[in-house]
């Protein structure tokens, strides 16, 4: 059975205290592996897609690297304004279904 | 948000009434998705659309409907609401390739 496990599920940090998010993750053959944040009352956004083993994808100070059991999302000497939940996804290449994760809920104090 | 919007926002509806949302977009995307969110659980698949009129069940289809009859507009509908479906409801566009999905605000329905 496809499992997507993200870890912790909340975290709180100091401004500027870097850390990384994890999304563990069981599928019978991967087709794409998405993060994406979400804001209190609003819709995720989407943020990376990543296909194989290896592959890294930066944006600002997120950084996200997959191997072929998990994802990291790490963060980079973060900001408030990067407080907001973390999204893991992953989509079956067998029937292109897609699994989320519970979420990380991140929280940067100032 | 990319062209897609869902009304109502919010809803407190009755037990065993129905209720219709409504997911509309502007970015001609021919797959459109209905997701329901639950605290403790990851956004979960309800009902898809590949084109107009084509439509499939998703993970959690229990006593939801939906319809497409034009690519802009994707309804759900909730035939007889019980309290299980109380949740906040994203539609989404996409999920074709490397964009990933767009997601609309949301609606919070409240089935008391």
């Known amino acids: 059975e496809d499992q997507v496990t993200q870890s912790p599920e909340a975290l709180r940090l100091q401004e500027g205290e870097s850390s990384s998010l994890n999304c563990s993750y069981t599928v019978s053959g991967l087709r794409g592996l998405f993060w994406y944040r979400q804001d209190p009352g609003k819709g995720p956004e989407f943020l990376f897609t990543l296909y194989s083993a290896g592959e890294e994808k930066e944006k600002e100070r997120l950084k996200a690297t997959l191997t072929k059991k998990e994802s990291f999302l790490h963060i980079t000497a973060p900001k408030p304004e990067d407080s907001a939940t973390y999204l893991c996804?992953?989509?079956?290449?067998?029937?292109?279904?897609?699994?989320f994760g519970k979420g990380t809920r991140l929280h940067i104090l100032p | 948000d990319a062209g897609i919007t869902q009304s109502p926002r919010h809803k407190v509806t009755e037990t065993g009434t129905p209720v219709t949302l409504r997911c509309h977009q502007t970015?001609?995307?021919?797959?459109m998705y209905w997701y329901r969110q639950d605290p403790g659980h990851g956004l979960r698949l309800i009902h898809y659309?590949?084109?107009?009129?084509?439509?499939d069940k998703g993970e959690v289809s229990d006593g939801y409907s939906v319809s497409r009859s034009k690519t802009e507009d994707f309804l759900l509908t909730l035939e007889s609401a019980t309290s299980s479906q109380t949740s906040v409801y994203f539609c989404a566009i996409g999920g074709q390739g490397a964009e990933g999905y767009t997601f609309g605000s949301g609606t919070r329905l409240t089935v008391v």
């Open positions: 970015e001609n995307h021919r797959y």
């Open positions: 996804a992953v989509q079956d290449g067998r029937d292109d279904k897609i699994i």
């Open positions: 659309s590949y084109g107009v009129k084509d439509t």
